[in-house]
């Protein structure tokens, strides 16, 4: 089946430093990503979409400058935490889209990563 | 504005119960509607997913229930074990398009 791999699994960085959390499509191609945030017993709140070789949307409210979002190739999209301040601690889910396959199996989910800025 | 709709918040239930959780919808443009299991410190992993011309769905001991005309859905773990404690998200999707998560339940299987 299809494999999203994201890296790191876990990163404790400075306040003021920033983070990059990378997340790679393993056997397929992924022509949209997504990247979600979680807090601590909350449901996975979107973002951004970003597609291969264009600037990603981000969703109301989240700060692009803030939080970089490259997705350079079909195979690998990057989030990079700029100036990161304890209130950045959460934990990030990526997750990509096969658009070979339909419905909820087009999508797959990373294993996410915990950020804590201290 | 919270397309999905999910009840209950948290759940315990006994080893060997039924644990039932709830989802409601507006969109009926959607068309896909998969349910996801999380455990601490993971992501997301499906676990089941039906689709809208179809009232009912097992694999094993889960179960999903459809209801089209309520614009309902639901999560049954049959025989529920300890191992099954985890939070569980409803979903639904337009294809193509994004997800849209319910707020999730926490399921707490004592045993």
């Known amino acids: 089946g299809a494999v999203v791999s994201q890296h790191p699994s876990r990163v404790i960085c400075k306040s003021g430093t920033s983070v990059k959390i990378e997340c790679r499509s393993l056997?397929?191609?992924?022509?949209?990503m997504f990247w979600y945030r979680q807090f601590p017993k909350q449901s996975l709140m979107l973002m951004a979409t970003s597609n291969e070789g264009s600037k990603a949307t981000y969703e109301q409210g989240v700060e692009k400058d803030k939080f970089l979002i490259n997705h350079a190739s079909l195979t690998l999209s990057t989030l990079t935490v700029t100036s990161a301040h304890p209130e950045d601690s959460s934990f990030y889910i990526c997750?990509?889209?096969?658009?070979?396959?339909?419905?909820?199996?087009?999508?797959?989910f990373g294993s996410g990563t915990r950020l804590t800025v201290v | 504005q919270q397309q999905v709709k999910q009840s209950p918040q948290s759940l315990i239930v006994q080893k060997g119960g039924i644990s039932i959780i709830n989802c409601a919808y507006e969109n009926t443009a959607f068309d896909y509607f998969p349910w996801y299991q999380q455990f601490p410190g993971k992501g997301p992993a499906l676990l089941i997913a039906?689709?809208?011309?179809?009232s009912e769905k097992k694999e094993g001991r889960f179960t999903i229930s459809f209801n089209k005309s309520a614009k309902q859905f639901s999560l049954h773990i049959m025989d529920s074990q300890p191992g099954d404690s985890a939070t569980y998200f409803c979903?639904?999707?337009?294809?193509?398009?994004?997800?849209?998560f319910g707020t999730g339940t926490s399921l707490t299987v004592i045993p």
């Open positions: 056997d397929f191609q992924a022509t949209t």
């Open positions: 039906i689709r809208p011309d179809v």
């Open positions: 997750s990509a889209r096969d658009p070979n396959r339909r419905g909820h199996y087009g999508y797959t």
């Open positions: 979903a639904a999707i337009i294809t193509g398009n994004q997800f849209y």
